[in-house]
């Protein structure tokens, strides 16, 4: 009985495997293909006639290039929850979507995708006239995707739940159209890196794990007048709401050069004003009930709050958040609505005073209230453009020294157990918790390294100071966090004057980092 019943078994779990693996298809799309294709390695589909054939379990990969498009893919197939739909790029390859001939219009999203149980993973989302990425559907995984330079917020959320976006970066999205409805400009009013607002669904919650946003026009991610639950978890923001754009080069000027001119300076440059907010975190809006949790959040030089409540009347929790620069930090100032709940959080270098009046407030071992004395030496690093740094090859946050904790800082242990793991006798503040077995040494900036000449033609010419012989690192990453330049340079105990060839970056500003075991530098650059 035992051998017929194992048998049983045996041939049932196999049909069941093998049902999948001849019900799950997997396709190929590149830039290039024609109708002609059949979906092979060999032969592949074009993009929208590959993700119309899509069923649950099938894998579409998409290999690298540019793919222009004027019109929205829309992606309406749904897969289940053990047989996700997925759209991947394929290994070592990077396919950028690029829209910038669509015209600037709100119907004109990037991409639109209404189903369920797909995963998006490795797309760049480029200059569309609307949002990059539209989701209305549930069950999603987007991984890994940029979405930048968008007339709308890079990725838009509204209705769905349950979603999951993972390690994305979503950066100068800009409405410059926009106005008020007297006509009167609201350019950048509009556009978020992550927007998952003006809807109502409480069934479950979207979740952002890893992801950053900077320099888009509005804010990095506005929840308003979302009814519902959200978490944020090892998320980032940077300079949200810049005064400014130059459009003289940007990829929709063609499109748009008839409105985009009439801002054009003296110097031929196209400069277009922003009226944006300017926030970090909005965690809701409008008087209605957003529950959100953001844990282990870095919020930084926002033009306005890096955290802010914005009449939220749902629970907002707070656990090991950092804010540095903002004005203010942090700003919960409704004191008729919504539940505050902040612990093990730190607010640095707050432009105006932090405010923590909502309705209820609960909060205990954070930088303000824990009564001992702080200043820039608890820190490894303030140097906050760290935080566009390129990402790890796993596609997970870069390794930073920013806000770092000091060996022997007072906020070391300083914190209350909130269920997160920690070194140590109690959990440390901040978003970064010191690892007594690995401890970072500070970076000082220009304090030994010089570099000239600065701007830079083809030569650029380092000192800097070593205190061992050892093989560096030596770093060049642009204004969008991509790093362009990696050198491993031999260096000597003492005083370094190093020649670096720089003929090949391209015209622009750049940071440049020299790094070892203890050495960790950093300088402005501009050629």
């Known amino acids: 009985m035992f051998r017929f019943l194992t048998l049983f078994l045996f041939i049932s779990l196999s049909c069941i495997f093998f049902n999948e693996s001849v019900t799950a298809a997997v396709y190929y799309t590149s830039s290039d293909a024609t109708s002609a294709g059949n979906g092979t390695m060999n032969s592949p589909y074009p993009f929208a006639t590959a993700i119309g054939k899509l069923s649950a379990g099938d894998t579409l990969w998409v290999r690298g290039g540019i793919y ?28 950028v979507f690029d829209f910038r001939t669509q015209p600037y219009n709100s119907s004109n999203q990037g991409f639109y995708l209404s189903g369920n149980y797909v995963e998006l993973k490795g797309l760049v989302i480029q200059a569309a006239g609307d949002n990059g990425l539209y989701v209305s559907g549930s069950n999603n995984v987007i991984e890994q995707c940029v979405f930048r330079w968008n007339c709308d917020s890079g990725l838009q959320l509204k209705t769905g739940t349950n979603n999951l976006i993972k390690n ?109 907010n300017g926030n970090g975190f909005k965690t809701g809006g409008n008087y209605t009930s957003n529950n959100i949790t953001l844990t282990r ?15 939220n009347n749902g629970i907002m929790t707070l656990y090991h958040c950092t804010a540095f620069a903002n004005n203010p930090n942090y700003g919960f100032t409704n004191s008729s609505y919504g539940t505050l709940i902040i612990k093990n959080s730190i607010s640095m270098n707050g432009l105006s005073s932090d405010r923590f009046s909502c309705k209820s407030t609960t909060m205990s071992n954070n930088s303000w209230n824990i009564g001992s004395p702080f200043s820039d030496k608890d820190f490894v690093s303030l140097e906050a453009t760290q935080m566009i740094a390129s990402r790890s090859e796993d596609g997970s946050l870069p390794e930073i020294q920013f ?42 900036r220009n304090k030994t390294l010089k570099a000239f000449p600065n701007p830079v033609i083809n030569q650029l010419i380092l000192e800097f100071e070593s205190d061992r012989s050892e093989q560096v690192h030596l770093q060049f990453v642009d204004v969008t966090g991509k790093m362009v330049k990696n050198i491993s340079l031999a260096v000597v105990d003492g005083t370094n004057r190093l020649a670096i060839d720089c003929s090949d970056l391209p015209r622009g500003s750049y940071l440049c980092q020299i790094q070892g075991s203890a050495l960790n530098e950093l300088v402005r650059l501009i050629k």
């Open 297 to 311: 959040c870095l919020s930084a030089y926002n033009k306005v709050k890096g955290f802010d409540q914005n009449n």
């Open 403 to 444: 806000m770092h904790l000091m060996q022997g800082s007072s906020f070391i242990d300083a914190g209350v157990d909130v269920g997160l793991p920690y070194f140590g006798n109690a959990p440390d503040l901040g978003a970064f918790e010191f690892n007594p077995s690995t401890p970072l040494f500070r970076l000082t």
């Open 68 to 95: 222009q498009s004027f019109v929205r893919f829309s992606i309406s197939r749904s897969g289940a929850a053990n047989a996700l739909i997925h759209i991947l790029a394929y290994h070592g390859e990077q396919p």
């Open 168 to 276: 994305c970066d979503s950066y100068e999205n800009f409405d410059y159209e926009t106005v008020n409805s007297d006509g009167s400009p609201n350019y950048g009013g509009n556009a978020d890196g992550f927007a998952d607002k003006q809807y109502s669904n409480t069934s479950g919650a979207n979740t952002f794990v890893g992801c950053r946003s900077w320099r888009n026009s509005d804010d990095g991610w506005d929840h308003y007048a979302k009814v519902g639950n959200t978490i944020d978890l090892d998320c980032w923001c940077f300079q949200m709401g810049p005064s400014q754009y130059d459009m003289t080069n940007h990829p929709r000027y063609q499109t748009d050069a008839a409105f985009l001119n009439t801002f054009m300076q003296s110097d031929g440059r196209v400069i277009v004003p922003n009226y944006g």
